[in-house]
């Protein structure tokens, strides 16, 4: 069974910095290609950052240039490292894996936010 397990998340100050941690389970993790998506007070859903398998990234619009994502497959987990940060990137940080059978599994979400 597919699980995955956000943590990291909490209150930082604009400009700063936070990482956020995916732990994954229940499939071979290094196999599959793996993602970050946002869900802000207010608005859509919106993608933040993905990685292939074979480490290839790509990083929305809004957060390219101070987010990178990257992933640990002897650790099974995957990063979200979060500079400079605005308070626009407040929102409950989702790790996404796209496994089968669903191809499209969700985490809990870890709460971010940035604020004075």
């Known amino acids: 069974q597919v699980q995955l397990v956000e943590s990291g998340g909490g209150l930082v100050q604009p400009g700063g910095s936070l990482r956020l941690s995916c732990a994954a389970s229940g499939f071979t993790f290094s196999r599959y290609d793996l993602g970050w998506n946002r869900q802000a007070p207010g608005k859509p859903r919106e993608f933040v950052a993905g990685?292939?398998?074979?480490?290839?990234?790509r990083l929305g619009d809004s957060v390219k240039g101070r987010f990178t994502i990257s992933r640990d497959n002897a650790k099974n987990t995957l990063y979200l490292q979060m500079n400079s940060l605005r308070p626009e990137d407040t929102a409950v940080y989702y790790c996404n894996a796209y496994v089968p059978p669903a191809y499209d599994y969700w985490g809990q979400g870890t709460q971010v936010t940035v604020s004075s």
């Open positions: 990685i292939t398998s074979a480490g290839g990234t």
